[in-house]
């Protein structure tokens, strides 16, 4: 079966059913607290378990749904909170009825380590490792990296967050009480059928431009308000969504202060007026709420990556066919004046070592970001490409010299691709020959790729060609689809 334009534009029309339900319907708090996810704290015990299970969750108060989650979570699961400097023993266990591996994203280990689809767990069994932590404190995550089933899986709840800290945030003027003026929003849009269930059924164009959905759920939850004291809040902004890209902004029009990115800290905040993230990025961001007013977090016109690239197949801002949607609600903070209030005012530095990599006689390697049109199957798992090739789990694609950094150059094609790199953390050095973005200053992991972008990787963690890296497309139809690589370091 190959894909033509005319299927595009049949998948683009089949897909309106679900765009045109009301995505706000569900996203516009009802007074409803939201619930931070439990914290699992390591930094003393220097171990933790993760149990991944079966559930149901009724999300919408209509219908219950099938579910994955960990520990006492149906959906989701505990967020991780680790030392930036220790050793953690890991013990993940699998209650599923199917293998599922699960990476850390973001966390630099081994490939031994990292979690990628060459470790997966079978039913019943437990894979226990040590995870030799040593890098600067982070918002990470940790999901399924499934062979060929990591978007299901995920869709599932097969995700959760990762807090990396050295305990110095008090020093550095930051929020930290976790849950209070230090909150974790993992956001993920899910589709969710006339009764209420949330379903995962792509189609043709969902395999090409991405799986996207019609609810918008904030840490697995829908139609909640988050409570915040009156004072300077700290948002950790997860995409955990299969395909969507979000920019997020104030409804108040507040200034977001960038305070970190997918791999740490800034040097000093840095105020936008929005900020788009991509599957598989973090941000952190402080926002200003002195005034004691409440605000709500909103994303612009409704994105997928799919409808991103500079004239490509699809313009700016809407589907083939349709008209750009209208900005959507995340999250209504509203302030609590019963809350204390510990920082209520805005650091002026933060002290963190800003990207600087030497690149002199580096090592370039170039990679296209590959989309069947025509000729290319797509249900045959040949659908999306790099340089050609679709991921093949015996092949290796190339060999890097541990401490080392080479400049990759990436190349989306006709659409916006998140890039990830396992094992490794990356300064980005432009975006389509032009300076880069203030949101991506920062030590990143994965960088949205809107035309092309040129990075340099440090590669300073092993990983041998049984157990390599990944690197790949974080739309995850399209890592499924075959938008994925492997490579060791040596």
């Known amino acids: ?52 299970r079966t559930g149901v969750t009724d999300f919408l108060g209509r219908a219950p749904s099938s579910t994955w989650g960990f520990n006492d979570q149906t959906f989701l699961g505990p ?14 266990i699998n209650n599923l009825p199917e293998p599922f591996a699960l990476h850390w994203h973001g966390l630099l280990v081994p490939g031994s380590a990292d979690g990628g689809p060459h470790l997966p767990i079978s039913p019943s069994k437990t894979w226990t490792v040590d995870l030799n932590i040593n890098q ?43 849950g209070i003026d230090d909150l974790t929003l993992i956001i993920q849009d899910r589709r969710f059928d006339r009764g209420g269930r949330m379903v995962y059924d792509p189609g043709v164009h969902d395999e090409m431009m991405g799986f996207t959905g019609n609810v918008i759920l904030v840490n697995g939850q829908a139609g909640r308000v988050a409570a915040v004291p009156r004072g300077i809040i700290r948002l950790r902004l997860l995409n955990g969504s299969n395909a969507r890209v979000y920019d997020l902004a104030s409804r108040a029009g507040k200034s977001l202060h960038l305070i970190a990115t997918d ?23 402080l926002v200003d709420l002195t005034n004691g007013r409440d605000d709500v977090l909103v994303s612009g016109a409704n994105q997928s990556v799919a409808m991103m690239g500079g004239g490509g197949m699809m313009g700016r801002g809407g589907t083939m066919g349709s008209a750009p949607q209208e900005r959507f609600d995340i999250l209504p903070l509203r302030v609590d004046t019963s809350l204390a209030v510990r920082i209520d005012r805005l650091p002026e530095s933060i002290g963190a070592t800003m990207p ?14 590959q989309t069947g049109m025509g000729g290319m199957m797509v249900r045959g798992r040949s659908f999306h490409s790099i340089n050609g090739h679709s991921f093949e789990m015996n092949r290796l694609n190339f060999t890097a010299k541990r401490g080392t950094t080479e400049i990759w150059t ?37 960088v949205l790729v809107d035309g092309r972008a040129q990075i340099a990787v440090r590669f300073d963690q092993a990983a041998s060609a049984e157990k390599p890296f990944m690197f790949h497309c974080h739309i995850l139809e399209h890592e499924d689809g075959g938008m994925m690589g492997q490579f060791n370091v040596v």
């Open 1 to 52: 079966m190959t894909l033509t334009r005319r299927d595009l534009i049949a998948g683009a029309g089949a897909a309106g059913f679900v765009a045109a339900l009301p995505m706000a319907a569900w996203s516009q708090g009802r007074g409803t607290a939201l619930q931070m996810p439990p914290l699992l704290d390591a930094t003393s015990s220097g171990a933790f378990e993760l149990v991944a």
């Open 79 to 92: 967020i991780l909170r680790l030392g930036t400097d220790q050793t953690v023993n890991a013990s993940v």
């Open 136 to 178: 600067p404190p982070a918002t990470l995550w940790y999901h399924s990296h499934t062979h060929l089933r990591t978007a299901d899986h995920v869709q599932k709840g097969l995700a959760g967050g990762i807090h990396l800290t050295d305990g110095r945030d008090d020093a550095r003027g930051l929020p930290s009480d976790y």
């Open 263 to 285: 791999s740490g800290f800034l040097d000093r905040p840095r105020a936008l007026d929005s900020l788009r993230l991509a599957p598989g990025e973090r941000a952190e961001v």
């Open 356 to 369: 600087d990599l030497d690149t002199r006689n580096a090592v370039r390697r170039d990679f296209s970001l």
């Open 410 to 446: 990436i190349d989306g094609q006709m659409m916006g691709h998140p890039f990830h790199i396992h094992g490794a953390m990356f300064q980005v050095l432009s975006e389509n020959g032009g300076p880069v973005s203030p949101r991506n200053l920062g030590w990143k992991d994965t």
